[in-house]
């Protein structure tokens, strides 16, 4: 894995897009994937390798 500076993001899980954490990237220059975490609706985190992640902007966050 190559470390990265973390940035919020979404992946597509079906026709949704979920909020998560990108930490690293991982594969070669062809067909690199992203390392990210998120948390399910039972408070676990999950970690995934996934192939696109859009980032997320700062008006895209979920409101307190």
Do not use: K
Not at 21 to 36: N, Q
């Amino acid at each position: 894995m190559i470390p990265i500076e973390q940035f919020d993001a979404e992946i597509r899980c079906g026709r949704e897009w979920t909020p998560c954490t990108v930490h690293g990237v991982v594969g070669d220059d062809e067909t690199p994937r992203f390392l990210v975490s998120f948390e399910d609706d039972d408070g676990m985190t999950t970690l995934l390798c996934v192939s696109d992640v859009r980032r997320r902007q700062p008006s895209d966050a979920p409101s307190d």
